[in-house]
């Protein structure tokens, strides 16, 4: 809490570099990216910026995620912030753009950098910052780390400093923008440990942040059982469309969750058969996935690491 | 640092990047393997094992925290003693094996952590003394300061449990192959909780010796590069006694051991 509360204080000191200096839009090498990104209205009042199918680079400010806001009839929900502090300034400066109701809540629904680093941009709004309960234990053992690799990448100054949740989440909850509810559901180990989705009550549009990839690859960092199994119960929420996190920016739910599900399974399959038959770890990570090699982007850099992760995991079964 | 390339941050702690080797690089890699040869083996000529000993080693670490090593050997005579060395990590030797009569030495398979870009380097000590090696170049980040993605607490459950799964039964003189998965999150001191600003202590797995019956199969001797919760692949002779027996012990002295009977073929 000091901590956030004595950055707000040098943000404010630093308003003037924050926005004309290091972190000026216009100033960054990235200018052409930047004026091509825009939000796309998904549904009434739901704003999404499709992230670009990439890893992090100086280039793309690590904006690879889909983020946004949704806008109440009192203030406004950022879904997700961004991948850096640049991403979190571009999204707040669009919402300003877009309307002039407060910013109250900003949704971190993961660990993941490209979802939790533009969340510093939105700390001058004073927001609530929600998050899964299980957030803040992630972001103790691996918060800096991530700071430290992706500042590597894109330079420490465009990162920013790491935000907290200020609620959090054990099962469900909801929060008000005023006549529209949005709410929450914490999910048991699946895409990570710690992963968070919402239900924008008034439109009906599920937003499952990463526990739903569609194009892009999915990345495996909680539970491969886990995510299958949170999936069913996204599922049953019974939402018609939603917001993914990777991937175009509102799809069929039951659809991109059957890929999803698809590629999950022959995952699970493949590397329990290579377990079975004493194939090592070795063995699988050439084998395994390679029938889903053309249905997903980066296919090559992330599947070894997946199969891995589930071997890891259904080794002890 | 070294200047990145193409960086994943999207979707796991660990980093891989790839880029160019500089020749200073070159030069440094040689001096420092010729270091660590020297403390290992003194002034004993150790020979180009290109041809009997192979390294199975992924030239990019998708998971550096977990990256899959495979030796094999096809020496004509017995090998005494087998080296993994990573060369540009904290504690280089990740493993030194010292095979007992029921080994067979033919393949070894374990997971290693790899700190950054490294040669990886493979040394087999045969009967007659002879030193013969091998090396592999592998590109890695962040192997060892990885966070475990979960709570000390969580990756401590279970400590010390042990499997072992052989490979079909045993005929025995006939080679069996073993898997041996020991639970034990390996802390190697360099994986830093943020909040506390202070680095989980260093417990790490320092020995496991494998026995059939009267027999050794192997001791290792292991330190932090070993991956957590290890896994190793090994084969080995049955004595048709029927009992393996598995010993393990921490930098904490804990000690562990486990019996398995050895599914022997009844004829
Ligand atoms: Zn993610």
């Known amino acids: 809490m000091v901590a956030v509360k004595q950055w707000v204080e040098n943000m404010r000191l630093d308003r003037r570099k924050a926005l004309f200096g290091t972190f000026c839009l216009c100033c960054l090498p990235t200018i052409g990216r930047t004026a091509a990104f825009k939000v796309e209205e998904v549904a009434p009042g739901v704003f999404i910026r499709r992230g670009v199918d990439e890893d992090a680079t100086p280039q793309n400010r690590d904006a690879i995620a889909n983020i946004g806001f949704i806008v109440g009839r009192d203030s406004v929900l950022v879904t997700d912030s961004g991948g850096s502090l640049g991403d979190g300034l571009w999204l707040r400066e669009t919402i300003k753009a877009t309307t002039a109701k407060p910013i109250k809540y900003v949704v971190l629904s993961h660990i993941h950098p490209d979802h939790i680093f533009g969340a510093a941009a939105f700390v001058p709004d004073d927001p609530v910052f929600i998050g899964h309960a299980k957030l803040r234990a992630a972001l103790e053992t691996r918060g800096e780390f991530y700071r430290d690799k992706l500042s590597e990448i894109i330079g420490v100054d465009q990162v920013g400093p790491l935000v907290r949740p200020t609620l959090e989440i054990a099962d469900g909850g909801e929060v008000d923008l005023g006549g529209r509810i949005i709410g929450f559901k914490a999910h048991g180990p699946a895409h990570t440990m710690c992963d968070l989705s919402m239900l924008d009550r008034q439109s009906g549009l599920l937003l499952p942040a990463d526990l739903l990839f569609v194009s892009r690859i999915p990345a495996l960092d909680g539970s491969l059982l886990g995510w299958l199994k949170e999936l069913e119960t996204l599922k049953a929420m019974g939402a018609a469309k939603a917001v993914p996190g990777h991937g175009a920016v509102c799809v069929d739910f039951a659809r991109a969750a059957s890929d999803l599900t698809r590629y999950l399974t022959v995952l699970r399959d493949g590397v329990r058969t290579q377990i079975k038959q004493d194939g090592s770890l070795q063995q699988a990570i050439k084998t395994v996935g390679a029938a889903e090699r053309s249905n997903w982007l980066l296919f090559d850099d992330y599947n070894v690491r997946n199969v891995t992760q589930a071997y890891k995991e259904l080794e002890w079964e | ?267």
């Open chain 2, 1 to 267: 640092m070294k200047i990145l390339g193409k960086v994943s941050v999207v979707a796991l702690g660990i980093l891989v990047s790839s880029g160019p080797l500089r020749a200073d690089d070159q030069s440094e890699r040689e001096a420092r393997w010729k270091d660590i040869e020297t403390s290992l083996f003194g002034a004993r000529v150790v020979q180009n094992g290109d041809g009997v000993i192979a390294l199975d080693a992924p030239v990019r670490a998708d998971d550096a925290s977990l990256v899959p090593m495979g030796i094999t050997l096809s020496a004509k005579q017995p090998v005494k003693s087998l080296y993994l060395v990573i060369d540009d990590n904290p504690a280089p030797v990740a493993a030194h094996y010292t095979f007992g009569p029921a080994a067979d030495p033919r393949e070894i398979k374990m997971r290693v952590r790899v700190n950054t870009y490294t040669n990886v380097h493979v040394v087999a000590e045969l009967a007659d003394g002879t030193l013969l090696e091998t090396e592999k170049f592998v590109k890695a980040s962040g192997g060892c300061s990885a966070p475990m993605g979960m709570s000390d607490e969580e990756a401590m459950k279970g400590m010390g449990e042990m499997r072992v799964k052989f490979a079909g039964d045993a005929t025995p003189s006939k080679p069996v192959d073993a898997t041996l998965m020991v639970r034990h999150p390996n802390f190697n001191g360099m994986q830093m909780n943020q909040l506390t600003r202070m680095y989980t202590p260093a417990r790490y797995i320092q020995t496991i010796a494998v026995s059939d019956g009267p027999q050794k199969v192997f001791d290792l001797e292991t330190g932090i590069s070993l991956a957590s919760n290890p896994v190793i692949n090994f084969a080995f002779v049955p004595t048709g006694k029927g009992q393996l027996k598995v010993d393990v012990t921490d930098s904490e002295n804990s000690h562990w051991e486990k019996t398995v009977p050895v599914p022997t073929l009844s004829n």
